[in-house]
């Protein structure tokens, strides 16, 4: 499916009037937001540690409920990085820093990159930061054999969802990017340090063993989740790419950004970052205003939503055809061999 559907620049220009009403954070619920998800993982934790002697069943259980609510956390760390969830810089930088420690991800370094991915997302001349990895056919094609197998082998759900995220968030995020400025650098040793005192005191409470396969469980649950909503957030039928000057900021996000209509517990958990075109058109605006704000202007309704089930088609998405500027599968390029081929003989 091609993107003629999405309007233009000038349909899209009335945006900042739209979301101004709803970039101004909110106090209590800011408070209500960290106590019913910081306050429940913690609590889960005491309960798992209360199971342990009980049911084994039970601890794996309330374990993949503690990832859920990891997932909710980092929500609220990504929005204090945006300076969105309180009104005072100070308190998003304490509440990011603390969060950070629980999703093991450094505030101010995660901040920086993912500035970057807000100013350059569905740019296709300035992908390769804090995206999902994404060539275009001809570059999969010009590729060598080894950078194919390293693409098909990134794209292999099972890397995807379970290996990259563990590796993402223990070992990729303990070290910093030598583009880095000073404070980012700073925020990755100091969280290295917070969590290594967690979970050498949980070690003591849990026993190294007990806590180890407990911690790994949230993760892996957490950051499958994570990564999941991250993909289909960006990869999905109908998504806007552009380079350079052709390349529009409001565009892009309504876009290039999926509207990802979810279950209601699901979207709670997911801390309503299924309006995700939203949160692209305006960082500023806390993820608790992001639905007030779709159902308030019917340009953010135009915007086609992807349901769950629906968004199980973006696993068959692998490449970007800039020809008919559409994401593809690995099945176009037999296609597209079959194609050359016939042309070939013919010639």
């Known amino acids: ?33 960290t106590t019913n998800s910081v306050g429940s993982y913690c609590l889960l934790w005491f309960l798992i540690y209360w199971s342990l002697d009980l049911s084994l069943w039970l601890t794996l259980a309330l374990t993949i409920l503690a990832g859920g609510f990891l997932v909710r956390i980092f ?14 810089r100070r308190a998003n930088h304490i509440l990011g820093f603390i969060t950070g420690v629980l999703t093991f991800t450094p505030y101010h370094h995660w901040r920086w990159e993912h500035s970057l991915h807000h100013a350059t997302s569905s740019d296709l001349d300035k992908r390769g930061v804090g995206d999902i990895w994404t060539m275009t056919v001809q570059e999969y094609l ?12 990134a794209r292999n759900p ?7 995220p563990l590796f993402l968030f223990l070992i990729r995020e303990r070290f910093s990017s030598p583009k880095a400025g000073k404070r980012a650098r700073h925020s990755v040793y100091w969280t290295n340090l917070a969590i290594l005192l967690m979970a050498g005191g949980l070690s003591s409470i849990f026993g190294i063993k007990a806590y180890l396969c407990i911690q790994l469980t949230i993760i892996a649950v957490s950051g499958g989740a994570g990564v999941w909503l991250f993909y289909v957030q960006h990869q999905f039928e109908g998504v806007y790419w552009e380079r350079g000057d052709d390349w529009d900021f409001a565009t892009a996000a309504l876009y290039g950004s999926s509207f990802y209509r979810l279950p209601k517990v699901l979207q709670w958990f997911s801390g309503n ?12 605006i806390p993820n608790y205003n992001l639905e007030s704000c779709h159902q308030a202007d019917p340009l953010f309704q135009s915007v086609k939503p992807i349901t769950f089930w629906g968004s199980l ?9 800039e020809e008919h500027r559409q994401l593809v599968g690995f099945s176009h390029l037999r296609a597209l061999r079959r194609a050359n081929a016939s042309t070939g003989k013919n010639q």
């Open 313 to 321: 088609r973006s696993f068959t998405f692998r490449l970007w055809d």
């Open 273 to 284: 970052i299924g309006f995700h075109h939203i949160h692209h058109l305006s960082s500023r």
């Open 158 to 164: 099972v890397v995807l969802l379970l290996i990259a």
């Open 75 to 88: 929500i609220i760390f990504h929005d204090c990085g945006h300076g969105s969830f309180f009104a005072s």
């Open 142 to 153: 010009e590729s060598t054999r080894w950078k194919r197998f390293a693409y098909r082998l």
């Open 1 to 33: 499916m091609e993107n003629s559907s999405n309007p233009s620049a000038t349909e899209t220009s009335n945006w900042r009037a739209a979301v101004a009403h709803f970039q101004k954070p909110a106090l209590r619920r800011a408070l209500w937001q």
